[in-house]
């Protein structure tokens, strides 16, 4: 399937998917009270009716329910992962958009962030669990409707490049805070203290594909 027909297929499923989850969340946040517990991360997932896998990662905590939503697959360099990000809800002008998270964005991960994991399959929801928040940044158009976006965890940095007619955001590579460079420091902090469009940063689309 190409990504437009992910995002498609994803949509379709996702207000079923969407209801399913704020019923599951309820339940779970309930049962961690009852256990006495502050806060808690659970992973469950579900098969649609429409036959795809769907994970959902819960961060339970008193303030709300935080919930993730991805879906693993299978592409030509191996596992990738696909999700779903909003952008200006609950506004007239409002945007979903599709991130393809690379396998070996998770090896990456899994490396720089020294975890140890042998599946994969842990190195994802290890990430979802830890990376619920980021900061996003993005250049003008480099070509042909693509730019380069960086998204800034608490533990580093993801660097992709977004296809603005497709709306999707392929994540390519990771870098843990220890490994940034001066530029990439200073390319957080700026993310950071700034409005993402106030953001401008132009790189060649080729030194994009190759970082490792």
């Not at 399913?20 to 779970?28: A, V």
């Not at 992973?43 to 879906?71: C, E, H």
């Not at 998204?151 to 940095?157: A, I, P, S, T």
Request: charged fraction near 25%.
């Amino acid at each position: 399937m190409t990504v437009s027909e992910v995002l498609t297929e994803m949509l379709r499923d996702f207000e079923s998917i969407r209801l399913k989850s704020r019923i599951e969340g309820q339940l779970l946040y309930k049962e961690m009270v009852r256990k006495g517990l502050k806060q808690q991360a659970v992973s469950t997932s579900y098969k649609s009716s429409r036959r795809n896998d769907w994970n959902m990662v819960y961060l339970l905590a008193p303030v709300g329910i935080k919930t993730f939503f991805y879906v693993k697959a299978a592409d030509k360099l191996g596992i990738a992962v696909y999700s779903l990000m909003f952008e200006n809800t609950s506004k007239p002008d409002e945007k979903i958009s599709l991130m393809k998270y690379y396998k070996h964005f998770f090896d990456r991960y899994n490396e720089r962030m020294v975890l140890g994991f042998t599946e994969i399959s842990k190195t994802i929801k290890y990430f979802f669990k830890k990376n619920s928040e980021f900061t996003l940044g993005s250049t003008e158009e480099i070509e042909n409707g693509l730019s380069s976006c960086h998204f800034v965890y608490d533990e580093g940095m993801g660097i992709s490049w977004k296809n603005e007619s497709q709306r999707t955001y392929h994540l390519k590579t990771f870098v843990s805070n220890e490994m940034f460079t001066t530029t990439q420091q200073q390319l957080a902090h700026h993310l950071l203290q700034h409005e993402p469009d106030e953001f401008y940063h132009i790189v060649k689309l080729e030194h994009l594909r190759k970082v490792g």
